[in-house]
C-alpha cells in the first residue's frame, strides 16, 4: 500500500505502481485525507481492515507519519520511506523540519483561512506555486512539475501540528529512501529518524520528489522489504 503526503495525490506513485504491478505485486495507492494523523491514520487502517495477508506500508513526505501512526496494525509487515518523515510518539511533523537548519517548507507554503459550516473558521496550507519547482522537484521536468502544483491537495493545518500516539517503526523492520538534495526535510533529520529507527537506508541524489523522478530506486526498496518478510 502505497500513500500519498501532503500538496499531492496518488498519482505519484504511477511509476512506482507500474515498475510493482510488472513484478507481480498487487498495489493499492488510497487517497490521503490530509486532514490530521488521527483522521488519516483511523481512514488507512480502514483500508487495511478490506486486505487479506501481509501488507507492506510505504510512504513519501508526510505520509510517514499516517504510515507510523497506523502501521501498528497486525497485518503490516514492514514500513517504506521514501523522503517521508519518520515521527516518534509524541511527536509532530512540523518538530522534524524545525530539529535541523535547512528545510525550506517554513518558507515556501502558504496558510488559507476557510469559513466552516457553524461559522468557525479553519486553516489549511497550500504549496506556493512559484516555489514548488525548484524547492520540492528540481529533477522533475518543469511540464510535470507544473501539473503536480495544478492538481495539489490542501493540507489541514492538524496534518502538521498534531502529534502522533505510536511509532510501528519501534516494532517493524523499516527502510528509508533517504534523498540527498531534499529542501524540504533535511538531510541530517532523514539520517538522524532512520538511524533512531535502525532502518535500512538507501540514498538516491534526488529531489523531495522521488516517486517522480526516481521510481525505480523506490520500488526497488519496496520489493527488498517484501522479499525479506517472505524470505
Do not use: C
Amino acid at each position: 500500500m502505497l500513500l500519498h503526503g501532503a500538496f499531492e495525490d496518488a498519482s505519484i506513485w504511477n511509476r512506482v505502481i507500474q515498475r510493482l504491478q510488472s513484478d507481480g505485486y498487487s498495489v493499492i495507492a488510497p487517497a490521503n485525507p490530509l486532514q490530521g494523523v488521527s483522521i488519516d491514520a483511523a481512514y488507512l487502517r480502514s483500508v487495511l481492515d478490506r486486505i487479506e495477508g501481509p501488507v507492506i506500508l510505504a510512504a513519501h513526505s508526510y505520509g510517514g507519519a499516517v504510515i507510523t501512526e497506523a502501521g501498528v496494525d497486525p497485518k503490516v509487515k514492514a514500513l517504506v520511506y521514501a523522503a517521508a518523515v519518520m515521527p516518534a510518539a509524541g511527536e509532530a511533523a512540523e518538530q522534524l523540519l524545525d530539529r535541523f537548519p535547512g528545510s525550506s517548507f517554513p518558507t515556501s507554503t502558504e496558510p488559507v483561512t476557510f469559513t466552516l459550516p457553524d461559522g468557525t473558521t479553519g486553516t489549511y496550507l497550500l504549496y506556493q506555486a512559484d516555489k514548488f519547482h525548484s524547492q520540492v522537484a528540481a529533477d522533475v521536468p518543469a511540464s510535470e512539475a507544473a501539473l503536480m502544483v495544478a492538481t495539489q491537495r490542501a493540507m489541514g493545518l492538524a496534518a502538521l501540528t498534531e502529534k502522533l500516539t505510536a511509532a510501528a517503526w519501534t516494532t517493524k523492520p523499516s527502510y528509508q529512501v533517504s534523498t540527498l538534495q531534499d529542501l524540504a526535510i533535511p538531510l541530517a533529520e532523514q539520517r538522524f529518524e532512520a538511524e533512531r529507527a535502525g532502518a535500512h537506508v538507501t540514498e538516491v541524489d534526488s529531489s523531495h520528489a522521488v516517486t517522480v523522478s526516481r521510481p525505480d530506486v523506490v520500488a526497488d526498496v519496496i520489493e527488498q522489504a517484501a522479499r525479506a518478510i517472505t524470505d
